[in-house]
């Protein structure tokens, strides 16, 4: 036995070390300052007037609800909450979409759960499948998309220096995709640069994915916070109706809120409402090789919202509060300096300066504010009164 082990060395001595999460880092980092005039715009969270992340009101009421309603805690089974499932798809797709009995649905561990089912869903039914995934993307995507085995094909999407999208380049290299390859695309509020295709864009990958038979993989975490319900999901809708195939990764866990509580949805788009079936089987066996079923509470809560038209209604209202909050920060900032102009178009809680790593560690040391050395920051972790001094530390930067 002792030679075994000698031989082989122990199970977990084989282990590499791994770096920690440099946002988790920043968060430490920005705790620890005791400097009081600091400014963490680092953490990707909604943050109100005061710098909290409140519970929206329509959620405390509605877990007061479930608290009071709930009689069992049995299993709900690998689909999580059907009823939740049915109301999200109307507001992804619409009610033309809602109908549409080629899209299937399934309750996920957040959005990261649905991007991670949606890769598994893909690798069973093709392991040669690639995906294009423009850069910069959400540093999470080329993890949670890969370790499913899914191969990834980089494209250009965004020039922070240039502070534009990349269009051309980026339709440029689609034409290298084949029948049957994917693309990632944002729904709107583009993490981490906030630029949003605009709508004649869309149009124009949604005529590709047509005319090729590509399949979009959308991932739409922020709905809401970035020009109304609507007009957020417009994208989205467009290359889905386009698309004779699709995955749509859907979270709650911004726009209701409750992050912590992992909510979120995948909805897959098949070739008939029979293939459609097929999916969801497939959908409920992956679930429950990773998960088994999706953590109840997050969407419960969401469901009780959504089926209350007062609770709605109120969401709804809370939601427009954070979405005209996010923009008026991007204004004030968009209106300092010519050199931040850019920040008022873009759209969601993140923008990009055009700034160096060293630029980035400097506005920690000097200023203290905290931002990823990438040069995302969160627009949404400023404050009314931290507003014109973040934009005055960034614009000296820039000056050098
Ligand atoms: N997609 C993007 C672009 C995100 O920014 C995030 C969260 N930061 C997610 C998906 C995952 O969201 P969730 O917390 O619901 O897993």
New binding site residues.
């Given amino acids: 036995m002792a030679d075994a082990a000698g031989a082989q060395g122990m199970l977990f001595d084989r282990l590499q070390e791994q770096q920690s999460d440099s946002l988790l880092q920043l968060i430490a980092l920005a705790n620890a300052d005791p400097r009081v005039e600091k400014i963490d715009v680092g953490v990707?969270v909604y943050r109100d007037a005061a710098g909290n992340t409140p519970i929206l009101r329509a959620v405390k009421k509605a877990e007061a609800i479930l608290h009071e309603t709930q009689e069992t805690k049995s299993y709900l089974g690998s689909q999580g909450d059907a009823r939740f499932v049915e109301l999200i798809k109307p507001i992804v797709f619409g009610e033309a979409g809602a109908g549409d009995e080629r899209i299937v649905g399934v309750q996920t561990?957040?959005?990261?759960?649905?991007?991670r089912l949606g890769a598994e869903l893909i690798e069973a039914a093709d392991p040669d499948a690639r995906i294009f995934v423009g850069q910069p993307?959400?540093p999470?995507?080329m993890p949670l998309i890969e370790c499913a085995g899914v191969e990834m094909v980089k494209h250009p999407y965004y020039d922070p220096a240039g502070k534009r999208i990349l269009f051309d380049e980026m339709m440029d290299a689609l034409q290298g995709a084949r029948a049957g390859d994917l693309i990632l695309l944002?729904g709107c509020?583009?993490?981490p640069t906030g630029a949003d295709l605009s709508l004649d864009q869309w149009k124009a990958v949604a005529e590709l994915v047509s005319s090729r038979g590509l399949i979009p993989f959308v991932?739409i975490?922020?709905q809401g916070l970035g020009n109304g319900f609507e007009a957020d999901a417009e994208g989205t809708r467009l290359v889905v109706e386009a698309a004779e195939q699709a995955l749509i990764?859907q979270?709650?866990?911004?726009n209701f809120g409750v992050?912590r509580e992992?909510?979120?949805s995948l909805f897959v788009k098949g070739t008939s409402a029979a293939n459609a079936k097929v999916i969801l089987g497939n959908l409920l066996g992956l679930a429950r090789t990773m998960w088994s079923m999706p953590p109840d509470h997050g969407a419960a809560v969401a469901r009780i919202i959504l089926d209350t038209p007062e609770l709605r209604a109120d969401w709804e209202a809370e939601v427009k509060e954070m979405c005209a909050r996010i923009r008026s920060l991007r204004r004030r900032l968009a209106a300092y300096d010519e050199r931040l102009a850019y920040i008022g178009d873009q759209n969601g809680m993140f923008s990009m300066l055009p700034l160096s790593v060293e630029a980035v560690e400097g506005l920690r040391e000097s200023h203290g504010i905290y931002m990823a050395s990438s040069g995302r920051f969160n627009v949404v972790g400023l404050s009314d009164e931290s507003v014109d001094r973040f934009a005055a530390a960034v614009v000296e930067k820039m000056d050098g």
């Fill in positions: 990707g561990p957040g959005g990261c759960g649905a991007l993307t959400w999470n995507h944002h509020c583009h993490n991932d975490a922020y990764a979270s709650c866990d911004k992050y992992r909510t979120g």
